[in-house]
């Protein structure tokens, strides 16, 4: 299969899709077509090794083996029993299946994966005598059963536990941030490593450590240990080997990039220091207390990226005052920068007082946001539109 063209999805969050398509485009994937949340392309075994390892936006990577109509449910599990599954792992091995469903036969999401699970177990019992055990936890098989209307697509989910979950946090504050979409937020304020990068409200410091390793061209799974695809029975040890040998050569200290860190709270700053650790940038990027109402940095231009507290983290009622604040700051502190602030669609973003020139929408998870660039200019913005 080294060299076989696969049908392979790549998981996202919405809003991240062309990011993660760029990515994949990078890695060599071909026949890309951006879908809600996906992002679908073909290519072999050395590009699936790739993905799991070096992309920074994808979630998880899915390798299509079937798709097939279903009039009624017992269609599935017969369908599904046919399917020669020893081809792809052992009996041995331990399964998990996770079933996501739309306008279908079926009431519940949770009873296809019981069925699901009840005709690969029986397939291994026929032929073998034996069947693999469950395991919801840590399962060395991971299968994706998506049933839309009568459509029922199944995958191996070749990446196990989700692609977010790099491995170097250490600690969390309170709401951290995805690692995913810290790394696509710095993608999608177009930070080229030139200028500086400013994250003002660190929390547990992903947003830093993931500008790092982008900077350092540190595999964003250079810290996991475990991916499903390394259970399949034809996975090829020396490849992947040497996909991560390749990778490691290719990383580079960081030269002529200023990051800063900081946060008002000492508890966050802590954490943030151990995960920074943790990930070996410690002297790579500039971490302090500060709070950012009160503190303007010795840098003249650069980027900053904000992701706001909100709720009981800010310790105040008055969310509109908060956001007033943070437009003030800017104005005052910050002449020369873009800032991007993400935060939810709902908060009250007009209150920052500028105009935004770019704004997208992201999702964290099923929250909805609004991630939006404000140029800092230094007097009004008709004076430099003139300058133009």
Not at 63 to 81: K, T
Not at 89 to 101: E, G, N, P
Not at 369 to 380: A, D, H, M, P, V
Request: glycine share 6%.
């Amino acid at each position: 299969m080294k060299n076989q063209s696969l049908k392979l999805v790549a998981k996202t969050f919405a809003g991240l899709e062309n990011i993660l398509a760029d990515e994949l485009t990078q890695l060599g994937a071909g026949n890309i077509r951006i879908v809600t949340r996906a992002v679908e392309f073909s290519g072999n075994k050395n590009l699936i090794y790739k993905a799991n390892l070096l992309s920074r936006t994808a979630i998880n990577i899915l390798r299509a083996i079937e798709s097939f109509e279903i009039a009624e449910q017992q269609d599935l599990y017969n369908i599904l029993r046919q399917i020669e599954w020893d081809q792809y792992f052992d009996h041995s091995k331990t399964i998990a299946v996770k079933a996501v469903i739309f306008d279908t036969v079926f009431d519940n999401s949770h009873f296809v994966e019981l069925r699901s699970k009840d005709a690969i177990a029986d397939y291994f019992n026929d032929k073998y005598g034996a069947r693999p055990n469950v395991d919801k936890i840590n399962p060395d098989i991971k299968i994706a059963i998506h049933i839309s209307k009568t459509r029922c697509k199944v995958s191996l989910d070749s990446s196990g536990p989700q692609l977010f979950k790099r491995n170097y946090r250490k600690y969390a504050g309170e709401a951290p941030l995805n690692e995913v979409l810290a790394a696509g937020l710095i993608k999608l304020s177009g930070w080229n490593q030139k200028s500086a990068l400013i994250d003002p409200m660190c929390g547990s410091g992903t947003i830093p450590i993931e500008a790092a390793m982008i900077a350092q061209n540190i595999p964003a799974g250079k810290f996991r240990k475990n991916f499903s695809f390394i259970n399949w029975k034809d996975f090829d040890a020396k490849l992947f080997e040497s996909i991560k040998k390749q990778a490691d050569e290719k990383q580079q200290p960081i030269s002529n990039t200023t990051i800063e860190a900081y946060d008002i709270s000492g508890k966050n700053i802590a954490i943030a220091r151990q995960n920074i650790l943790k990930a070996g940038l410690l002297g790579n990027l500039k971490l302090q207390r500060n709070d950012f109402f009160n503190y303007k940095p010795q840098l003249k231009s650069g980027i900053l990226i904000i992701n706001p507290p909100y709720g009981k983290r800010i310790g105040e009622k008055d969310m509109t005052d908060f956001y007033k604040r943070i437009g003030d700051t800017l104005k005052k502190n910050y002449e020369g920068f873009s800032a991007w602030i993400i935060s939810q669609y709902d908060h009250p973003l007009k209150f920052i007082g500028l105009k935004p020139s770019s704004k997208i929408t992201l999702y964290n998870g099923p929250v909805e946001c609004r991630f939006l660039k404000f140029e800092i200019y230094r007097g009004s913005f008709k004076q430099n539109q003139r300058k133009i």
